[in-house]
């Protein structure tokens, strides 16, 4: 006698609930292992030193009321998130998870979940998403088939806590070496020096604006990096090495220093922005040694996790300047973005005649 099978129940993508906590820790958990029936977006987060709970504080308790996170569930269980951090200001998305359970169905979960994602952008008006991913679990392809480009490269360097820090610098010394804090009205020289450091193509999709490098302070999220959602969990602190020759308008700036000292269990976090040519070894120093004069006040800092640091392919040879300071390369990710607006060129005028 033939027995009748009752045909499995496709799943259903659905808002995160609050009562989906304990289930979303266990989902996470598991795909930042190196388990084959898993996938997530491979950012270097799993494993000592770095916890993906400490870095990122995953799942719920990072979230801000103008967050998203949706869920993959079937058959009452969930078997997929995708998490995104919204940038209220710029209409920016950021995804800063993606993960599935499945041998044979996690591609076509995550798809359905990213798919979810991007209508809902359509509906909230978002600008731009954006994400980084490693090259592994056929991330990229599947980002790239919701109509993600990839855009660039970025190595991330890690400085273990077991390397001393170097002591802070006295406020003679970095003004000798024409290092300060940042203000509002270095929004110009910055824009300069970000146009000059960066190829025109990117610069061009990343639309960073004269009034992004006027806010200062821990939501200043310029410039960007596949690291920036730990931005979140630091006092984040910006400084200028202004060039010795300066420029024509006395504005020339050798450099830029991005500063996060962690608040939570995670890494802190440098990011150096400079022209080619110019010697950011000084710069590296000096940035280590405001984490050692944060973390050496005692209150919420420690420095327990190391120092991160991200560094495009193109930004060589900063890396370099890292390494000698003792960071060592862990990983390499990719940024993709997705534009939801359309460009329209700017009329030109020719003359008569010209075809």
């Avoid at 869920?71 to 995708?82: D, K």
Wanted: charged share 25%; with cysteine; aromatic share 6%.
């Amino acid at each position: 006698m033939s027995v009748l099978r009752t045909p499995r129940s496709p799943g259903k993508v659905r808002a995160a609930r609050l009562t989906d906590l304990a289930a979303l820790g266990e989902l996470s958990r598991l795909c930042q292992s190196d388990s084959a029936d898993t996938r997530s977006l491979g950012l270097p987060v799993n494993g000592p030193p770095i916890g993906v709970f400490s870095l990122f504080r995953l799942p719920l308790g990072a979230f801000r009321p103008n967050d998203l996170m949706f869920v993959y569930e079937e058959e009452g269980r969930i078997a997929g998130l995708v998490r995104v951090e919204r940038e209220t200001v710029r209409d920016e998305w950021t995804i800063v998870e993606l993960d599935a359970v499945g041998m044979a169905n996690a591609g076509e979960i995550r798809f359905r979940l990213v798919q979810q994602l991007l209508r809902e952008g359509a509906k909230r008006g978002a600008a731009r998403f954006h994400v980084a991913c490693a090259d592994a679990d056929g991330n990229v392809e599947l980002l790239m088939q919701a109509g993600f480009m990839r855009y660039g490269e970025e190595r991330v360097l890690f400085r273990p806590a077991n390397q001393a820090l170097p002591d802070p610098w006295p406020d003679e010394r970095a003004a000798g070496c024409g290092i300060r804090p940042t203000t509002s009205l270095d929004a110009l020289p910055l824009a300069r020096l970000y146009a000059g450091a960066t190829p025109a193509p990117v610069a061009r999709l990343e639309a960073i604006r004269l009034a992004d490098w006027e806010r200062q302070g821990a939501h200043w999220r310029v410039p960007r990096s596949s690291l920036t959602p730990i931005l979140r969990f630091a006092d984040v602190e910006g400084f200028i090495q202004a060039s010795p020759e300066g420029g024509n308008d006395g504005t020339q700036l050798d450099a830029f220093l991005q500063v996060g000292v962690a608040k939570e269990d995670q890494p802190h976090y440098l990011k150096i922005l400079a022209r080619p040519e110019a010697n950011v070894a000084d710069l590296v120093d000096f940035g280590l040694g405001v984490i050692a004069a944060r973390t050496t006040r005692g209150g919420d800092h420690r420095h327990d996790h190391g120092v991160i640091a991200p560094v495009r392919t193109y930004e060589a040879p900063i890396d370099r300047r890292l390494e000698e300071a003792g960071f060592d390369s862990i990983a390499s990710v990719n940024l993709l973005m997705k534009e939801t607006l359309v460009r329209v060129a700017e009329p030109v005028l020719v003359p008569a005649g010209v075809r």
